[in-house]
């Protein structure tokens, strides 16, 4: 007669614990370890999305270009994790840029082209398909993609239910927390509309204080946890960057980046309270991952930095964003976590729409036919998709002209409407506006559109971007040649 082996040791076992004797058994069967491990094996990772608004990709130690930055615990989640060295924004405003990220699509399509719009309620978002897929969905801090007026259901504070993009578990935030917060006293909004004030402490760390509440709490089902903070983002009403009481006398003397050195703006001013906020950031995410250390989560948690747009501290533009330069859409992004373990570079060109597809297929959830971005995570241990990849970057520009912009590892190509009009999503006519050679002059400090010595080139960039205007949904636009080198 055969015997099953297992089957025998583990009958021996129960007889044995039956007659109060101790049998050991080999590890492999012991029936409370696979059980834990088949249950370890069936929980989805938990997912935590941090975004840190209007940080600076090149403020993150770990990318090596910045002498005064103090991110030790950015720079070990990168020593640990997947950094994309040359991610964008495919909208460099915060609202858009958020809409893009939430949902894969072009801000064109979501309805929010620039701030203060309402976010498509048809669009399936990263918090909806996660939560479908037996997640929670939380929220934290700052959303932005409600109506901007009270008189269309929305305003700066409290989110109707409808307009949370599938955040429908914890909701702590606002809509515009620069206007219902300063950076030491103000107020966000739970669920339900109830208050939640904090006084005497910096904004970084009360948003963190929530975030902590919430890690701590037993979670019945894996969660998603969008971390929305503002800095290091200007104070609105103030006008003026804020960092942590008596960090910018500590950085008065930091660096300058050379892409601002030589440019008017306000960066003389607005530097040292910059980095001060942006150290603040950095230690926030160090008590996060502490948190989830001391609450055994880290193993089986997907943790992502990323911001939704740079700051050219009014060098580009009258403001710090709403460019196509990398002040403006080149931005942090690291991943680390189940999927995306060990410290590796990637140094293809990655936009913030592919970031939902890559979230959804790392939890092993399917994409939706709809999102137009693209999972990354075939280029982590694929020679052959890395060379596949397109490596080209639509990027739509509002508010501060209507203007569109292709993004190559080794060019940037900007066309605009002539009549200067922001009041459109979108023009059937462009100028040549600004073309800036990465390789030669990554400071973006020579423009070259209209010189005739890069016409073939100008000419081939058009090209490409009518084709990823079309396939954003947009008709075929004109673009007229620049005529000022003849």
Same mark, same amino acid.
């Given at each position: ?47 935590? #999305? ?9 403020? &993150?130690?770990? !990318? /090596? @270009?910045?002498? +005064? $930055?103090?991110? =030790? ?27 893009? #990220? ?9 309805? &929010?082209?620039? !701030? /203060? @719009?309402?976010? +498509? $309620?048809?669009? =399936? ?362």
């Amino acid at each position: 007669m055969t015997v099953n082996r297992r089957n025998f040791l583990l009958g021996t076992a129960a007889a044995a614990a039956q007659a109060g004797v101790t049998v050991a058994l080999p590890a492999a069967v012991k029936p409370d370890s696979r059980a834990q491990e088949s249950q370890a094996n069936k929980r989805k990772p938990n997912i935590i #999305l941090y975004l840190s608004d209007q940080f600076r990709w090149d403020f &993150v130690g770990a !990318n /090596g @270009l910045n002498s +005064s $930055t103090r991110t =030790p615990n950015l720079d070990a989640l990168a020593a640990h994790g997947k950094n994309f060295t040359h991610a964008v924004t495919n909208q460099p405003v915060c609202a858009p840029a958020r809409s893009v #990220l939430m949902t894969g699509r072009y801000a064109s399509e979501t309805g &929010v082209w620039h !701030n /203060g @719009l309402p976010m +498509s $309620t048809e669009l =399936p978002t990263l918090a909806g398909e996660l939560r479908k897929a037996g997640y929670t969905s939380n929220l934290i801090g700052k959303w932005h993609l409600a109506p901007g007026k009270v008189a269309d259901g929305g305003g700066p504070g409290y989110v109707k239910p409808e307009y949370r993009g599938g955040f429908l578990d914890l909701w702590e935030g606002a809509n515009a927390l620069e206007h219902t917060t300063h950076p030491y006293e103000g107020t966000i909004y739970d669920g339900d509309g109830k208050e939640i004030t904090f006084k005497d402490e910096y904004r970084v760390d009360f948003i963190t204080d929530r975030a902590e509440r919430f890690l701590r709490q037993k979670q019945e089902k894996p969660f998603f946890l969008f971390i929305s903070q503002l800095e290091p983002h200007q104070q609105n009403d103030m006008k003026r960057m804020v960092g942590p009481k008596g960090s910018a006398e500590r950085f008065i003397n930091a660096s300058v980046p050379p892409d601002l050195r030589s440019l008017p703006g306000d960066w003389h001013q607005q530097l040292p309270d910059y980095y001060g906020a942006c150290e603040s950031i950095d230690a926030s995410v160090g008590r996060v991952r502490k948190i989830l250390e001391e609450e055994n989560l880290a193993d089986n948690t997907i943790f992502v930095f990323i911001s939704d747009h740079g700051c050219h501290f009014m060098t580009r533009n009258q403001e710090y964003k709403r460019s196509t330069h990398n002040s403006s859409v080149r931005i942090p992004l690291i991943i680390q976590g189940p999927g995306f373990e060990g410290a590796q570079q990637i140094p293809e060109l990655f936009g913030i729409i592919n970031v939902a597809p890559t979230l959804l297929e790392a939890a092993g959830v399917q994409v939706p036919a709809s999102m137009k971005g693209k999972s990354v995570l075939p280029l982590l241990n694929d020679a052959r998709a890395r060379e596949e990849w397109p490596n080209k970057e639509l990027i739509q520009i509002s508010e501060s002209m209507t203007g569109r912009a292709i993004r190559t590892q080794d060019w940037t190509y900007c066309v605009a409407d002539p009549t200067g009009s922001t009041k459109t999503s979108a023009s059937n006519n462009y100028h040549e506006y600004q073309m800036y050679d990465q390789r030669a002059d990554p400071q973006e400090l020579v423009n070259l559109a209209g010189r005739k010595e890069y016409r073939e080139k100008a000419n081939e960039l058009r090209e490409e971007l009518k084709k990823l205007i079309v396939a954003s949904g947009e008709p075929e636009p004109e673009i007229v040649e620049a005529k000022l080198y003849p």
